[in-house]
């Protein structure tokens, strides 16, 4: 029985070749040996795509001058200062966020130094009452 590397080293000539003509010890190994009969089969897929594609006929003369022509011409080169600023455009919603995340860290700092809170109106306005009234 023949090892995978002596049936892979020989894949390109044993495509060529039909089931029935493959070696006695190459059939009994392929048997046995999915990963071999995988690659073999590939082997003879690949060969029959090259087959096909040579046996396709030329394109007419011209045809690749027509096609080059069909597509659209290229866009003009843009400004050296376009050029210079685009990179800084992607740059904007990573500034964005972090000045958001500066003006909530610098909104928390403030409300915890501020002080006192001042008391509801109302409640001022109860006390101011109740005093007047002794």
Same mark, same amino acid.
């Given at each position: ?5 002596e ?17 006695p ?18 082997? +003879?897929? $690949?060969? !029959? /795509? #090259?087959? =096909?594609a &040579? @046996? *396709?006929?030329e ?16 866009p ?9 600023? +685009?990179? $800084?455009? !992607? /740059? #904007?919603? =990573?500034? &964005? @966020? *972090? ?17 006192p809170?001042?008391?509801?109106a ?13």
């Amino acid at each position: 029985m023949e090892r995978c590397e002596e049936i892979r080293g020989r894949v390109a000539d044993l495509a060529g070749l039909q089931a029935e003509g493959l070696p006695p010890a190459v059939r009994q190994h392929l048997a046995g040996c999915p990963a071999c009969a995988r690659v073999l089969a590939a082997a +003879r897929v $690949a060969r !029959g /795509l #090259l087959a =096909a594609a &040579a @046996a *396709a006929p030329e394109p007419p003369a011209g045809f690749a001058a027509r096609v080059l022509g069909a597509l659209p011409a290229a866009p003009a080169p843009r400004g050296a200062e376009e050029e210079l600023w +685009r990179p $800084a455009w !992607g /740059l #904007l919603p =990573a500034f &964005a @966020a *972090a000045a958001a995340a500066l003006l909530f860290v610098f909104q928390m700092q403030v409300a915890d130094f501020a002080g006192p809170a001042w008391p509801d109106a109302d409640v001022m306005l109860a006390s101011v009452m109740e005093e007047n009234g002794r």
